[in-house]
T-cell receptor
């Protein structure tokens, strides 16, 4: 079974703190993603990575950065946490097989990190 | 812009059949996926349609009409455990992006 593990289920941070969210996958997947999920807004893509050290901005990258030094690990960084970044953060991974392929279109999600910024 | 529309809530009775629709407007199109998410849980993959027609997986089926930019998820013989949120997601056919665009989700409540 594919496993995507997020380091924390719950985090409470103060405004202005630097926050690191870690994600590890064990399926040797090339693609990894960070989403945030808010009620009524669905999943919104923050950043994704298609290879080690490669990253692309998603729809809402402002206030976030990412790091992918190893294939299995993808980190999301909140440089200076703000209250509007209180949310559920989900990490996902997928394989590579061509843009229309089933393999690339199945994303495996971690359990999520619920972050509260006070 | 790119958008997906699906109903926000659907209620159905145990044992019944329910259909959750999804219409999309995207720059190009590779395929339509469906994910299920229980409260407090992670989204899990249900189905993927790249071509027109119906795909069946047990009690769940998914349909796609590319010409109508429309798809649906059909759940049969509903069970209480099917109460969850269901998201449609589209792989746009633009540049070399690997990303999916998700709808806002449909909350399904199954009543006894």
């Amino acid at each position: 079974d594919v496993k995507v593990t997020q380091s924390s289920r719950y985090l409470v941070k103060r405004t202005g703190e630097k926050v690191f969210l870690e994600c590890v996958q064990d399926m040797d997947h090339e693609n990894m993603f960070w989403y945030r999920q808010d009620p009524g807004l669905g999943l919104r893509l923050i950043y994704f990575s298609y290879d080690v050290k490669m990253k692309e901005k998603g729809d809402i990258p402002e206030g976030y950065s990412v790091s992918r030094e190893k294939k299995e690990r993808f980190s999301l960084i909140l440089e200076s946490a703000s209250t509007n970044q209180t949310s559920m953060y989900l990490c996902a991974s997928s394989g590579t097989g061509g843009f229309g392929s089933r393999v690339e279109n199945i994303q495996y999600f971690g359990a999520g990190t619920r972050l509260s910024v006070l | 812009g790119q958008s997906l529309e699906q109903p926000s809530e659907v209620t159905a009775v145990e044992g019944a059949i329910v259909q959750i629709n999804c219409t999309y407007q995207t720059s190009g199109f590779y395929g339509l996926s469906w994910y299920q998410q229980h409260d407090g849980g992670a989204p899990t993959f249900l189905s993927y349609n790249a071509l027109d027609g119906l795909e069946e997986t047990g009690r769940f089926s998914s349909f796609l009409s590319r010409s109508d930019s429309y798809g649906y998820l059909l759940l049969q013989e509903l069970q209480m455990k099917d109460s969850a949120s269901y998201f449609c997601a589209v792989r746009p056919g633009m540049d070399s992006s690997y990303k999916l665009i998700f709808g806002s989700g449909t909350r399904l409540l199954v009543r006894p």
